[in-house]
């Protein structure tokens, strides 16, 4: 099995590191931080994660859509372990 890429964003980015993301077909997005604000649909198609507790901790759980996996630190590592590590930030 192939690693993919996984973006870490700690914060919003600009339209070039999109769309690198968003041309890399097997992308993963780890969304943590401020970047949890980000809109999830801006990085369609990579398949998008986001930091439960800084979701919490920014009161934005009405906010974020369905397609974006919640995850827990102990989840995080797992992606970071188990695929290409490119930060963003």
Wanted: no cysteine.
């Amino acid at each position: 099995m192939s690693m993919s890429n996984l973006y870490l964003l700690h914060k919003q980015i600009g339209k070039e590191a999109l769309d690198m993301v968003r041309d890399d077909k097997d992308a993963r997005v780890a969304l943590f931080q401020d970047a949890v604000y980000m809109d999830a649909a801006s990085l369609a198609p990579a398949a998008v994660y986001a930091l439960k507790w800084d979701v919490d901790h920014r009161g934005l759980n009405q906010r974020i859509p369905a397609a974006v996996k919640l995850i827990s630190y102990h989840e995080l590592i797992d992606l970071i372990v188990d695929n290409k590590v490119i930060n963003l930030a």
